[in-house]
C-alpha cells in the first residue's frame, strides 16, 4: 500500500484496526466507476485544477451494504477551505445517487482544520468534518485530531449495528460525528451541558462525569414509565434517561408509575427479547461502560452484552455470546 504521506498512512491504521482485516483501500488519482440501475457509470470530479480524486475507501459491513469514503487533507500551514468539502460533498451525493442498494457515507479529515464556510456545505450534504468546526477559534494538533477520528470510528462501527436509516438523511451523520467530537478532551465544545443533569439538584453535568459516576456499579433494576427510562444501581444511585435528557446521581426515593414494557430486540438481527428477560440479563451484573450516541445511550453490561436504551420505548440488546461468528 503506497500512501502521500505519514499523514494518510496513520488515518489508514486507524481504520485496520477498528473495522478489521481487509476493510479498507487507498486509491489516488482515482477516477470513480459506478454501477448504476441500468448501466455502468463512469465520474471523474473535477476541480480547479482539474482532477480525479483520492479516496480511502472503507467497507464497515458486507451485509448492510455501506462504505465510508473518507478524504484525508494535510496542510502544514493552512486549512482545508470549502473547496476541499465541496468536492467531497459531490463526491459521495454522486455515490449515493447511482448507487443501487450500496449506502455511501463520506468523512473530511484535516490535519490542520477548516475555515469558514466548510461547515455549511458539510451539513447540508451530509459530511462528516474531523475536527468539527467551532464557534471559537480552537487550534487541534495533529495527535488530537487523529484521536478524535478513532473515536469517531467506533461509534460509526457501533452505530451501524442498529437501525440507521436515519444517519442517511442529512444533516444527521454530520451531527453524529460533531456530537462525537464535540467535547473532545480539554477543550469546550458544544454547549450540551443542559443535556446531562444531576438528580434532585439540577446542575447541569457532562458526559465524562456520568461516566465516572456508574462505571463498576452494580444493576438492581430497570424500569420504564411515561417515556423514561430508570436504571436502579447501588448505593442509592439512578441512571435515567429519556430522548433529551439524562439524569444520575443519589436519591432518596423513587416512586415509578404505571411500569410498562418497552419493546425489546437483541442482536444484529433484531430477534424479539421480552423485557422480563433483559432484566434478567442486566440484574446483578456491572456496567462496565457507557456511550451516548445522541438518538440512544448504550451501557456496557459485565463485558457480556451492550444495553442500547433507545427512546421512546425501545431497547436493543447485543449478546456477545450469541455473535461470535459474525465476522467468520
Excluded at 12 to 24: L, M, N, P, R, T
Excluded at 110 to 117: A, I, Q, V, Y
Excluded at 119 to 127: H, L, R, V
Excluded at 128 to 149: D, Y
Aim: charged share 25%; net charge negative; hydrophobic share 40%.
Amino acid at each position: 500500500m503506497k500512501f502521500k504521506n505519514q499523514f494518510e498512512k496513520v488515518i489508514y491504521d486507524i481504520v485496520i484496526d477498528v473495522f478489521g482485516g481487509e476493510s479498507a483501500l487507498i486509491e489516488h488519482n482515482k477516477v470513480i466507476y459506478i454501477e448504476d440501475k441500468m448501466a455502468k457509470s463512469t465520474i471523474s470530479f473535477a476541480g480547479p485544477p482539474k482532477k480525479e480524486i483520492d479516496v480511502l475507501s472503507v467497507t464497515i459491513s458486507k451485509e448492510i451494504k455501506t462504505q465510508l469514503l473518507i478524504s484525508c487533507k494535510e496542510f502544514k500551514t493552512s486549512k482545508a477551505e470549502p473547496a476541499h468539502v465541496q468536492e467531497w460533498c459531490s463526491v459521495v451525493s454522486t455515490m449515493n445517487k447511482h448507487a443501487v442498494d450500496s449506502n455511501y457515507i463520506g468523512i473530511v479529515i484535516s490535519s490542520s482544520g477548516f475555515s469558514s464556510g466548510c461547515e455549511g456545505w458539510a451539513s447540508s450534504e451530509n459530511i462528516a468534518l474531523i475536527p468539527p468546526l467551532k464557534g471559537t477559534n480552537i487550534k487541534f494538533s495533529e495527535e488530537q485530531v487523529l484521536r478524535m477520528f478513532r473515536r469517531v470510528c467506533i461509534a460509526i462501527f457501533r452505530r451501524l449495528k442498529f437501525p440507521f436509516e436515519d444517519l442517511i438523511v442529512a444533516p444527521n451523520f454530520f451531527d453524529f460525528c460533531f456530537t462525537i467530537t464535540s467535547d473532545f478532551e480539554g477543550f469546550v465544545g458544544a454547549d450540551t451541558s443542559s443535556r446531562y443533569k444531576k438528580v434532585s439538584k439540577g446542575w447541569n453535568s457532562n458526559f465524562s462525569e456520568l461516566v465516572n459516576s456508574i462505571i463498576g456499579r452494580k444493576i438492581e433494576s430497570i424500569y420504564y414509565s411515561k417515556g423514561k427510562f430508570y436504571i436502579i444501581l447501588d448505593e442509592n444511585f439512578l441512571l435515567s434517561y429519556s430522548q433529551n435528557h439524562i439524569e444520575f446521581g443519589e436519591f432518596d426515593k423513587l416512586e415509578i408509575e404505571n411500569d410498562e414494557s418497552p419493546l425489546c430486540k437483541k442482536n444484529i438481527n433484531n430477534e424479539d427479547i421480552s423485557f422480563e428477560s433483559v432484566r434478567e440479563l442486566i440484574i446483578g451484573a456491572k456496567v462496565t461502560s457507557a456511550a451516548d450516541f445522541q438518538e440512544y445511550i448504550e451501557l456496557g453490561i459485565d463485558g457480556k452484552l451492550n444495553l442500547g436504551l433507545l427512546s421512546p420505548k425501545r431497547i436493543h440488546v447485543m449478546i456477545f455470546d450469541e455473535t461470535k461468528d459474525w465476522n467468520k
